[in-house]
């Protein structure tokens, strides 16, 4: 099978495992780098050469790289801050290479947007790299959704509370204006469109707790999807509980002829009534895979990187299936910003 050859914009924090990811699958080829500061770049190259003869090319100068090898290269993964991803998105979308962006898409919905439109001018295939709903727990649940062992799903709660530090890894993230929604909000409201469909309608209440951040660190989100569900979403950074399960989102599920509730450490149990009338529950563990890169305490999160790596690879090769185009993604971009507009309005926000 022919090898898929891609670069690499952005060598910050993200980077090392989305990588080390790709190196997991075969026939695809890291052929060159891209960092604003090059020095960052070269070591990076360094810890991962990947499978050519000698290291990756690295640049510091997105159009020299794109000059260079836009004609070797199927696609780019871009992997640098929001505020840059139309741009890169331009850039490479211009040189009819297909493009690979990390989560959340845009910094507003216009430029989500946008994203879309230039990708579809140009012939190019758009990807987001929404890899949560990848995670191996995330999956089963779907799986016993779709089972119909509890029925008719009515009633959805969707949990990811923590008080990790996520600002000593990501320091960048304190100084941002709107931190939650976009953060971890693309992601949980991604889980839910995954989960239970589209939402047709959506309310949205924000705060702030932690004094030395700019933006909103706890969002609660109340949606009915179309299907007449009734979602509620709770997301914190600044929740200090018994157990601190970060990164893990919960799930608890109500339907017509039972429930089923994702727990912390991938516990999934299934409450129904057997054929006497009484209940019972059946356990399941969707425990994920660890690969040597990644860190255990996260593999959930790690593992799913893999997993929408090859949705995507499978899709790029032409043989379709992709789930997070830009297209799809971007109506959990509308859900994020739809978030943030009925916060600030305080009202219920009609999709």
Known sequence: MQKLKFAVIGTGFWANYQLPAWYEL?????VALYNRTRSRADAFA?????????????????????????????????????????????????????????????????????????????GVRLYIHENFRWQAPIRQLKTVLGSGV?????????????????????PF?????????????????DICRFLFGEARSLYCQTTRVNPAIRGEDVANVLMTMQSGLVCSVTMSYASIRE???????????????????????????ITT???AGERTTQMQVATPPVYPW???????????????????????????????????????????????????DNVVVYL
């Open 46 to 122: 360094q810890r991962f050469p990947g499978r050519r003869p000698n290291v990756p090319f690295v640049y510091d100068d997105i159009d020299e790289l794109l000059d260079q090898h836009a004609d070797e290269l199927d696609f780019v993964d871009i992997i640098t801050d929001v505020d840059t991803h139309l741009y890169f998105t331009t850039k490479a979308a211009q040189r009819k290479l297909n493009v690979i962006c990390q989560k959340p898409m845009g910094p507003t919905l216009a430029d989500a947007r946008q994203m879309v439109e230039v990708c579809e001018r140009e």
């Open 26 to 30: 075969e026939h695809v080829e890291l």
């Open 273 to 275: 009534h057997n054929e």
């Open 294 to 344: 990644a860190d255990p305490a996260y593999a959930v999160v790690h593992a799913s990187i893999v997993d929408c790596n090859r949705n995507l690879l499978t899709d790029l090769r032409g043989l379709g299936g992709a789930e997070t185009t830009g297209t799809d993604n971007l109506e959990t971009i509308r859900l994020v910003y739809a978030a943030y507009d009925s916060a600030r």
């Open 173 to 189: 993230l304190a100084e941002l204006e709107q931190f939650i929604l976009t953060d971890i909000g693309s992601h949980v409201l």
């Open 243 to 269: 157990h601190e399960v970060f990164p893990q989102t919960l799930v608890t599920v109500e339907g017509s002829a039972g429930s089923v509730v994702l727990d912390r450490d991938f516990a999934i149990r």
């Open 150 to 170: 509890i029925g008719q799903p009515f009633n959805a709660t969707v949990s990811f509370c923590s008080a990790f530090p996520v600002f000593d890894n990501q």
